[in-house]
């Protein structure tokens, strides 16, 4: 379903020299037994998934499309990323479909916070709040505002029916509240991390009720742990990926800047930024995980990544066939000097930059460029594309030897943070 091209400094040879590690830490992933063997539950996820439950997702999605005009996504982290990348790629970002998403509880800015809440004054809104410990602060105090409001406006019955929470099974804040209130409830299981559950209710709720293909994204994932369950190094192109980035960054290339040439796309940079800086950068170590969308960002980041320091390598995401494309007019007068263009359309000039992009990065920059080829861009594509970037940041971490599934970094400014609030106990 997508195509790898490896950049040039990295050897075949360099690749084939892990062999034993990769096959070692395949094994380790397949039974469970390297550091944070408990939050493994996403990789065999794609088959092993709730179907009753979402069965259910999918029915509780149309009665949100037929009953409400915006549905109002509340969570943090990987509890909103995995959602907010595909909805943008899939659904464009000037998307006319009859329900419009919104993501809030990302943010204590009063700005957004406020700006939201008006917005939302007397119109018909659902809201889906997500969150595994049921107790991230951004999104309680989002969900506080938005559950006041709803009340407000459909009375405590009618908000009943239009807030689904997603949590863990059985523990936290949220459950207790949800339990209490009556809401829908769905799971994000205890053994799958934010950052690994796209493909659980944490994505799969708010995907479905933008009028995604849910089971095509889940069985794109599953084709693709079906290519990349295996320690073959020569032809498993996400544990080639996943090598080339140790090679890397052990060759003093320590940040990987995620591309795409699509601005529906520069979300799916964001989940990776999360998914790669959470799982790798610790005990001092780890990529830097950056992103640009082009050609936007040649006309700001181009110079520095052309001329500037040598620490970063390019990890592009090129989509050949846009899902929509529009022709380039000709005009009588060409004064603007476009005429040579005529009959093409902007997938084709956009290609062109791509390819002189390279050339130009690659040749005379010497950066090191990845290039992971996508036909077209679709639910299941996009399934299959989510599921090996996880594969392959698992075996990342392991062989730096780090445990991929914990975050003991982020607690840190919430312990500060609380304590200048005067939270109890801190
Ligand atoms: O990947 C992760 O585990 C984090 O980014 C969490 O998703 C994020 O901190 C939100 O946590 P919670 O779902 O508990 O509100």
Not at 41 to 50: E, I, M, S
């Amino acid at each position: 379903m997508i195509k790898l091209a490896l950049n040039k400094t990295v050897t075949e040879s360099d690749i084939l020299s892990y062999q034993e590690k990769v096959s070692k830490i395949n094994k380790m992933i397949d039974e469970k037994t390297g550091a944070g063997n408990d939050y493994l539950g996403w990789a065999d996820w794609p088959v092993n998934y709730d179907k009753e439950e979402l069965e259910r997702i999918i029915s509780d999605a149309k009665y949100v499309r037929d009953n409400f005009d915006i549905l109002v996504v509340c969570g943090i982290g990987g509890s909103y990323l995995g959602a907010k990348a595909a909805i943008d790629s899939l659904k464009g970002l000037k998307s006319d479909d009859k329900i419009e998403i919104i993501f809030m509880g990302q943010t204590f800015s009063p700005n957004y916070v406020s700006q939201v809440i008006n917005y939302l004054k007397g119109k018909k809104f659902a809201i889906n709040v997500i969150s595994k410990s049921g107790t991230t602060t951004e999104t309680s105090i989002s969900f506080r505002l938005l559950k006041q409001l709803l009340e407000s406006q459909v009375g405590k019955e009618g908000a009943k029916k239009a807030i689904f929470a997603t949590t863990d099974k059985e523990k936290g804040a949220l459950k207790t509240l949800s339990n209490n209130e009556g809401y829908a409830t769905y799971v994000l299981p205890g053994d799958i991390g934010g950052r690994y559950s796209v493909f659980t209710a944490v994505g799969t709720f708010p995907l479905a009720v933008a009028g995604v293909d849910v089971k095509a994204l889940i069985s794109g994932a599953a084709k693709a742990r079906e290519d990349f369950d295996n320690d073959d190094i020569k032809n498993n192109i996400c544990y080639r990926y996943a090598v080339s980035r140790d090679i890397l960054y052990r060759n003093n290339f320590p940040v990987e800047m995620f591309v795409t040439y699509e601005p529906q796309m520069t979300q799916i940079s964001e989940w990776l930024k999360q998914l790669f800086g959470e799982s790798e950068g610790k005990e001092k170590k780890g990529l830097f995980p950056a992103s640009a969308t082009f050609s936007t960002d040649l006309h700001s980041l181009g110079q520095f990544i052309q001329d500037g320091s040598p620490i970063l390598f390019e990890t592009i995401l090129n989509v050949v066939n846009p899902s929509s494309d529009i022709d380039i007019p000709e005009t009588e007068d060409d004064l603007d000097g476009l005429n040579y263009l005529k009959g093409k359309n902007l997938s084709y000039v956009n290609q062109k930059a791509f390819e002189g992009t390279l050339k130009a990065h690659e040749e005379e920059g010497k950066v090191p460029c990845n290039v992971i080829t996508i036909n077209k861009l679709d639910a299941e594509t996009l399934g299959y594309i989510f599921y090996f970037f996880m594969r392959a940041c698992a075996m990342s971490a392991y062989l730096l030897e780090i445990n991929p599934f914990n975050q003991p970094g982020v607690e840190i400014y919430k312990k500060n943070m609380f304590h200048l609030l005067g939270k109890k106990g801190y």
